[in-house]
């Protein structure tokens, strides 16, 4: 039972457009939220996180919404650069657990 | 400072082989976890170390799989008689106690072929 999901493998979008990639969860104890960037041949790096008590957190060109009765959250970035091109994971943390869990990423293309 | 450095790059073995991959975390970072990627696939959790407390082993596939972490830093990740279906990335990810715990700083992975 996959907790995390990000149920599109792939999106390409153009040069200055927006580009949304979506996350849904199950599991409602997670408390924090988080989007990371990995390009080829290197590690994830983190990229922007929420708190499961609010529903928007923007840092510059990123945007990320949690919409807790849905059990899904987004990322935006806008306006889109080619230099975005990577694989995009969604990952939440439990403090339970005290472990995030990550879904399977979303490959970005951004054509210029 | 330095970041998550993992040791070797690249690993070829044959089948049959054992391995030892290792992971040294940024300095002062209390939590270290282990996942791997598989061609096409998401990160697979595999193990999570967190200060002196016994290991969160749920995510091992087998018991051919093992880790240590010795002395609160440095962790080895042990591959016991591979298989072709271990081929994979195997990252490592290290993150800090308190407020930003759920930050992990990753490494750059060392890529497994198993022939």
């Known amino acids: 039972d996959q907790q995390v999901k990000q149920n599109s493998p792939s999106l390409s979008v153009q040069e200055g457009r927006i580009s949304i990639l979506n996350c849904d969860y199950t599991n409602s104890m997670f408390d924090y939220f988080l989007w990371y960037k990995k390009y080829p041949a290197e590690g994830p790096t983190f990229l922007i996180s929420?708190?499961?008590?609010?529903d928007k957190n923007e840092d510059g060109r990123f945007t990320v919404f949690l919409n807790k009765s849905a059990k899904h959250l987004s990322l935006h970035i806008v306006p889109s650069q080619p230099g975005d091109s990577a694989v995009y994971f969604c990952?939440?943390?439990?403090?339970?657990?005290?472990?995030?869990?990550f879904g399977d990423g979303t490959t970005l293309t951004v054509k210029p | 400072g330095a970041g998550v450095s993992q040791s070797p790059s690249n690993k070829v073995t044959e089948k049959g082989k054992d391995v030892e991959l290792r992971c040294d975390p940024i300095?002062?970072?209390?939590?270290l976890y282990w996942y791997r990627q598989s061609l096409g696939q998401g990160l697979e959790f595999l193990i999570y170390?967190?200060?002196?407390?016994?290991?969160?082993k749920s995510g091992l596939p087998s018991d051919r799989f093992s880790a240590e972490r010795t002395g609160g830093s440095v962790s080895t990740l042990t591959i016991q008689r591979t298989q072709q279906e271990d081929s994979a990335v195997y990252l490592c990810?290290?993150?800090?106690?308190?407020?930003?715990?759920?930050?992990?700083?990753f490494g750059p992975g060392t890529r497994l072929t198993v022939t």
């Open positions: 990952a939440a943390f439990s403090p339970n657990a005290g472990k995030s869990t």
């Open positions: 170390f967190q200060g002196n407390s016994a290991p969160d």
């Open positions: 929420i708190s499961s008590i609010k």
């Open positions: 300095s002062g970072h209390t939590a």
């Open positions: 990810a290290s993150s800090s106690s308190g407020r930003l715990s759920y930050e992990q700083y």
